[in-house]
C-alpha cells in the first residue's frame, strides 16, 4: 500500500467524521516543536497515546520522529469529555492526522 494514499483516505475518513461530530468544549492544543526537519529529513514514525482520566477528561499525546529516530514534534491536548478507551484511541489517531497534516503546511 502506498504511504501517501493510505494517508490522504485516512484524512478523508477524518473529515467526514469531523463534519459528522460536532466540536464539544474544548481545551486548547499545546504544542512544542522541537526542531526543524531538514528538507533531507522524512518523518517516518508517528507516536500517539491517549487517557481517559476519572475526573471527565480525554488526554492525549503525540511524537513525531525523522527517519534517524529524533523528536522534531511534539504535542499534547486535553479535552473535557468521557468517552471509552477505545473511541479515545481513535480519536487521537484523527488528531494526530490533523496536526501532522497542519505541520506540512
Known amino acids: 500500500m502506498d504511504p501517501t494514499c493510505l494517508a490522504l483516505d485516512a ?5 467526514e467524521f469531523n463534519e459528522a461530530n460536532p466540536s464539544r468544549n474544548r481545551r486548547s492544543l499545546v504544542s512544542q516543536a ?13 507516536f500517539v497515546d491517549a487517557e481517559c ?29 468521557t468517552v471509552e478507551p ?7 489517531v484523527r ?6 497534516t497542519n505541520q506540512e503546511r
Open 95 to 100: 488528531w494526530t492526522l490533523q496536526v501532522a
Open 11 to 15: 484524512l478523508s475518513f477524518v473529515h
Open 34 to 46: 522541537i526542531s526543524e526537519p531538514s528538507r533531507s529529513t522524512s518523518i517516518n514514525s508517528m
Open 53 to 81: 482520566c476519572n475526573s471527565g477528561h480525554t488526554v492525549w499525546g503525540l511524537v513525531l520522529r525523522n527517519s534517524i529516530g529524533e523528536t522534531i514534534f511534539s504535542a499534547c491536548k486535553r479535552e473535557d469529555i
Open 86 to 92: 477505545l473511541l479515545a484511541e481513535a480519536l487521537g
